[in-house]
């Protein structure tokens, strides 16, 4: 069974920092894919920024990317620039690439941005 | 686009009552997951169905929770009897399809209490 560890429960930044959030994962297969989640206060689930297991390049998407280490299985989440805006909860989650297995996700991160 | 909708936003019940949830997806999107997720934790998968059948519903308590998807879009999610660890959000996802490739989208969540 696939696992997705999350080791930092809270974390905080300040305005215009980087910050980076800690993600890994367990898996014996080869075709998956990596996800980062936010979840801000009372409001629903976005997706951030997606990885496939089989591409080397980290993703990257404005202000947020990833360094994917596929073979130590783990997938970390730099925001740099960081805003006001990007408090929220942060899951790490992992799916195999076909089939109907199910999304699992981490126990989050819950990230503050300091003025 | 229309995103995923729920209702009710929030719930408050005494232990043994019953509750339902309510979910339409985007339009077009065949597959349909119900989460669960308890405070502090991640979502968790309850049932997923394609279309109108269920493809996985390893993690769904059958002896009080209960769904269905009538006619592949609109989807209903019951507990009966209520129990306090039942307490948690429920969110509802949508995506094309199934496998990593297909990003789910969430839904605002039901906030279910139970006292």
């Known amino acids: 069974a696939q696992t997705v560890t999350q080791s930092q429960p809270e974390m905080s930044v300040q305005e215009a920092e980087t910050v980076t959030l800690s993600c890994t994962y367990d898996t014996s297969e080869n075709n998956y894919y990596l996800f980062w989640y936010k979840q801000p206060p009372s409001r629903q689930m976005i997706l951030v920024i997606r990885?496939?297991?089989?591409?080397?390049q980290n993703a990257t998407e404005n202000r947020f990317s990833v360094n994917f280490q596929k073979a130590a299985k783990s997938f970390s989440l730099k925001i740099s620039d960081s805003q006001l805006g990007d408090t929220a909860m942060y899951f790490c989650a992992f799916i195999l690439g076909s089939g109907n297995t199910p999304l699992v996700f981490g126990k989050g991160t819950r990230l503050s941005v300091i003025a | 686009e229309a995103g995923v909708a729920q209702s009710p936003r929030y719930k408050i019940i005494e232990k043994r009552q019953s509750v339902a949830f309510w979910c339409n997806p985007i339009s077009g999107h065949a597959t349909l997951y119900w989460y669960q997720q308890i405070l502090g934790q991640g979502p968790k998968l309850l049932i997923q169905?394609?279309?109108?059948?269920?493809?996985?519903d390893s993690q769904l308590p059958k002896d009080r929770f209960s769904a269905e998807r009538l006619k592949g879009v609109d989807s209903t999610l019951k507990i009966q009897p209520a129990k306090l660890e039942d307490s948690a959000v429920y969110l509802c996802?949508?995506?094309?399809?199934?496998?990593?490739?297909?990003?789910?989208?969430f839904g605002p969540g039901t906030r279910l209490t139970v006292t």
């Open positions: 996802a949508s995506s094309h399809g199934t496998g990593g490739a297909y990003e789910q989208y």
């Open positions: 169905f394609q279309n109108n059948g269920v493809v996985d």
């Open positions: 990885q496939e297991a089989y591409k080397q």
